[in-house]
């Protein structure tokens, strides 16, 4: 079979169950709005859930760091590419999470990656246990995958599943649990502490991705390295930059150093993108927009809930509502683009088999209007789609 045909029969799958994807370009996103080419949305489905991709202290981090460092690092970090932004902005992150040391990478995905296979590392068998929550990220799961550990999946958030796998680990091997601090998808959390102590009890390290709860939660709200020695975060979300790290003890970030290869390998950030970054990180440490994003959650949910629109519980940035079938989450979707309402449609594989969705990213930036807009135009695609599909049940009765 020649690749081409294989491509045609894959994608031609894709289409008959609803699952194709497409890119659409932006033309520009700023002030809450979408531009395309086929109009303007009120964005819902963005990640910067502070707003501060266009907050003039950051883009004048990016000005002041290209005047400083030029435009790319020009080499990996063990060669010429680590820089004083980089370790400026690593110390930071350091200090804040309450660390000794950080790592950053240019992905969260890269980072991810990383950190599975440089701990489990080696050819004759397991060399560690690995357990994670069901529903974490692609770019853990892969690099699980990748790792020589031996990988198990405990249902989501629950904890007597965890405890039964930590009870027939080998304990002749190092033990990894990881685990969200806010879920990508679902937009719920963990019962960190009870999580932390469980692994402690088997001599286990909890490692957490805090992609989602930067900027989210309370920077005091993120567990000590005690309590969780690993943590990893993205600046691509409430950041409003791109790049992430890992942070944790001086001996696992030597470690990291010296075994990661996705660090070693790899051409360092811009540092312009560092010291940005870094203005970001301290106008997310002020909490005055988290504050504000929640003010904004409390207030999306008050509304959903008294149009009896069907929110699953969340507290955080990320709400979503269950559709349960690929086809239906797009035309809700697409409806919704036709009021100017961006909403994420969130399908299998992406999310289980199911549970296919409508995901909603609420930003600190967003006005009540902009969320009472939502509210209606959620209401109204409801309502249209149910006729649509009525009219269509009784087309084939008939
Ligand atoms: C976005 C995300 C990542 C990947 O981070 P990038 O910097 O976008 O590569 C990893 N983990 C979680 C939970 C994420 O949401």
Redesign the pocket.
Known sequence: MSFNSMFNARLEEQKQQGLFRERVCVEQNHQGIVSTQSGHFLDFASNDYLGLRHHSDVLQGWVEGLELYGSGSGASPLVTGYMKAHQDLEQQVAKSLKREAALLFS????A?QALCRALFHGKDGASGNLFCDKLM?A??IDGALASSASFKRFKHNDLNHLESLLQRKNNDLPTLVAT?SIF?MDGDAPDINAMAELSQKYDSWLML?A??SLGVLSIEDHPSQQNAPIIMG?F??ALGT???FIAGSETLISFLINFARDYIYSTAMPPAQAHATLVSWNIMLAEERTRELHRKIAYFKAKATKANIAIQPSDSAIQWIKIGSPTRTIALSQTLKQFGLWVGAMREPTVPKGTDRLRITLRADHSEKDIDALIDGICIANSQIEQTSQECEHGTDS
């Open positions: 992905s969260g995905f890269a991810n990220h770019s853990f969200e990508s991705d992609a989602h993205t691509g979300k791109c790049g992430a």
